[in-house]
């Protein structure tokens, strides 16, 4: 389903959840940005609320929805039913035999077995997961007082210019300033060598409010601050790194635990707006490049990432919006993309 119809999006989620066994508690699967982490919580809260609470995981570092070892797991977990909030919509099933729901805005690879699927991908404005989760929310209880963390989930993903009328009232009901520093608080610790989001998803559990979240009243709040500092440190050093330009690629190249590499391919791409930027993190995971792509050209960069995909890439690669994607490609792949992009001299040892 794609549609900005809040109130169908609503009824459809509710019908679907009221369809999963209740002998067995539901699994909430979210990725570890903003936009995930507030899908998740709005689902979780609401889901409590309407007497069907949910247990929650949160698909991190290295980490893939559709890989065998993610199967494996929810397996072993048997849960009564799963939610998948901005995680990608892909062909296959996540487990076969479980209902299942998808709440997206990336662009789709392929078409899921049996699931439903919320996407807010080709509607204009597009809608983050984590609006499209509010809108779930409301439909099975009561969520006005959660519209805060729609928000979250807007500003993490730079929709703040989209004209949404839920951004603005929140905005004005929480404040702006409130509600860019819980972002950016709440983004902090995924990009750390850590990477563990936990503290940030507990902060959205809990608070009322993004002045709750950011009051320092919760522990969790300090762990948030000391993960944006150890972020600050890596990203002021990857700055000074001098873009790599030939033909219509310019390539940042460096090594950091830190998920910094979306950042800097942000900062570059506004200034070398006719190129498509890659910035290529050697750091960030053993054995592994892991890299963002941008542009401010217009090109759809999963296209490029597409038409230059490298064997042995794989649902790592090339996935979420058109103008902001990216991958992670191990050694052997990565040298084989690179060379083949013009770069031979950056290639790795495997």
Known sequence: MRTRDAEAIGRAFANAVDGFPRERAPLILGHFDADGLASIALIARAMERAGRPAET????????????AMRAELAARRPGGLIV?????????????VPTILVDHHVPTGAPDGALVLSGNGVEPEPTSALIAYWCASGLAPAEDLLWLAAIGLIGDMAVDAGFPELAEAQARYGKTALRNAVALINAPRRTAAADAGPALSLLLTCDSPKELLSGVHA??????AAKAEVACELESARRVPPNVRGEVA???FDSPCQIHP?????????LRDRIVIAANGGYRPGWVHFAARSASGRDLIAFLDAHRPKGADGHYGNGHRQATGGALPHPVWNEFISKLGFPEEQVES
Request: aromatic share 4%; proline share 0%.
């Open 263 to 271: 950042l800097i391919a942000q900062q570059w791409r506004g200034r």
């Open 251 to 253: 390539l940042i190249r």
């Open 220 to 225: 969790d709040t300090a762990r948030l601050h």
């Open 85 to 97: 909030a901005d995680l990608g919509v892909r062909s296959g099933a996540l487990l076969a035999g």
């Open 57 to 68: 995981r949160i698909v991190g570092k290295g980490e893939n929805a559709w890989s065998d």
